[in-house]
């Protein structure tokens, strides 16, 4: 009954799943700049429902992030710094052409055909998940930079992969295979890692690899059928180092040569023990390979020999004692990577504060400027209330001054009393303009706030004044306005 009750649940919650997959398909597309669709309109915009045609249409547009659906794509194309081209599927998604990586880009879940991948000097690529086939080399790199191939079938090409001198490479759950020449050609001062692969049916060596200056873990692999040696170690008179090669837990098998043989195809002597110094083995399994598990060239000591087939039994402790060691540098790596992402954190933090002060007080400078700049302004309009003041006092005068006898026949003198009442009209617009410009003024200086309330009392105290008087004026009594009124109400 119980069990029942979890297989209906388990049913139910898958049945959820692919329902939400099939509604919402973005979980899968999300988060990319543009699509392409092999059978799409010439004339898309990249979008989900109405993705390019090309993939060179994406790159021309500066995509970073592009997704490719099924289809074949038949052009050759050139990756820019940091652009991600994925696949819809790798068997599926089909590039018939060249395609260039610079830096920092990657390739996933798609095939290549005929083209085959260049790689230039300096670059740091990924290819994830790509099939490579029908091209002269399948992978081909200059120079340094790093090359990251995973899960991928480099397969059928002239040449599986040349990697130059200089290059920093990780090869990791690839099958190279049925190659026209080496699986991996790998030349001088090339480090790294190539681990858990097969290797197998390549016309050539396996790998084939120049010892000088080269540092290598070769781990994990398969190496069987290959048409010369499983791993072919070369002496080269221009590049005599001696190399760093670790070859270990690899099965070497049925290959028509020696399992690892070690050649001078450049001539010179390499010396008894270049070959034993150079290459470190251990827990390999090496049988059934044409002409015997080493060439006699390679000169190998006795030890070098013996350590190259231990079994992992046997070499337990040495690799327990290894991975310590690998795990204790990595501890110590990421500490030192995380106190030095705390450096620039708190740096970054310091400098943020420090732009964030200097960002304020250049807002307190601005502030404080345009504040003078309209106190100024209240200044300019009070001087000129002062000196209009002064010229409507004189004004006042002169009607206050006018004889008495004309007053008492004539009245006052309207004239001066009309341009005196005109001139009192201004100091509203004073007033106002005074009162805007201290609104607009965000400052603390609260000294030249009560200044500014000052001189507006001023003004409106000055403007009662002279209303008062005007009003004063107009209704003294004169003999001819009362005449006047006389006439009026007549």
């Known amino acids: 009954m119980v069990y029942n009750m979890i297989m209906k649940r388990k049913i139910i919650l898958i049945f959820l799943i692919f329902v939400g997959i099939s509604i919402c398909p973005t979980f899968v597309l999300a988060g990319y700049d543009f699509y392409v669709d092999a059978d799409a309109s010439s004339e898309g915009d990249g979008s989900k429902d109405d993705p390019f045609e090309e993939i060179e249409d994406a790159l021309k547009k500066g995509g970073k992030e592009i997704f490719v659906k099924n289809g074949t794509y038949k052009e050759n194309i050139t990756l820019s710094k940091n652009v991600k081209i994925k696949g819809e599927s790798e068997s599926k998604t089909i590039i018939s052409g060249k395609v260039t990586m610079e830096d920092s880009t990657t390739i996933e879940n798609l095939t290549i055909k005929s083209g085959g991948v260049s790689v230039g000097k300096g670059n740091n690529v990924k290819i994830d998940g790509v099939t490579i086939t029908g091209a002269g080399t399948g992978i081909e790199t200059e120079g340094s930079g790093k090359l990251k191939v995973l899960n991928s079938n480099i397969s059928e090409n002239g040449k599986g992969m040349y990697i130059q001198k200089d290059k920093d490479i990780e090869i990791r759950s690839s099958t190279v295979s049925n190659n026209g020449e080496e699986g991996i050609d790998i030349r001088q001062n090339v480090d790294g890692i190539i681990s858990g692969n097969k290797i197998k049916g390549n016309d050539e060596s396996g790998i084939e690899v120049i010892a000088g200056g080269s540092e290598l873990k070769i781990s994990g692999n398969t190496l069987q059928n290959n048409g010369a040696s499983g791993i072919a170690i070369q002496y080269y008179k221009s590049a005599d180092k001696i190399g760093a090669l670790r070859v270990y837990d690899n099965i070497i098998s049925s290959n028509k ?110 502030r404080i400027e345009r504040d003078k700049e309209k106190q100024l302004k209240v200044e300019d309009l009070y001087l000129d209330f002062l000196n209009q003041d002064e010229s409507n006092n004189i004004l006042k005068k002169e009607i206050e001054n006018r004889s008495k006898i004309k007053s008492f026949f004539i009245g006052t003198d309207y004239k001066k009393l009309d341009q005196l009442s005109e001139q ?43 209303k008062e008087f005007v009003s004063t004026e107009m209704n003294k009594f004169s003999l001819f306005g009362w005449i006047l009124n006389l006439f009026k109400r007549s």
């Open 257 to 366: 040569n020696h399992g690892i043989t070690c050649k001078n195809p450049s001539g010179g002597s390499p010396g008894g023990s270049y070959w034993t110094e150079s290459v470190d083995m251990g827990a390999n399994k090496i049988f059934s390979n044409k002409d015997g598990e080493f060439a006699p060239f390679c000169k190998f000591s006795d030890d070098t020999a013996n350590a190259a087939i231990k079994t992992e039994d046997q070499l337990k402790q040495e690799k327990l004692v290894e991975e310590k060691a690998e795990q204790e540098s990595l501890k110590k790596k990421e500490e030192e990577e995380n106190r030095l992402i705390l450096e620039e954190e708190e740096k970054a933090k310091l400098k943020e504060e420090a732009l964030q002060t200097e960002r304020l007080e250049l807002e307190k400078q601005e």
């Open 424 to 466: 009192v009209l201004t100091y509203n617009k004073k007033i106002v303009e005074i009162k805007e410009l201290k609104q607009q003024i965000n400052g603390e200086e609260i000294l030249a706030q009560e200044q500014i309330i000052l001189k507006i009392n001023e003004i409106e105290s000055k403007k009662a004044i002279f």
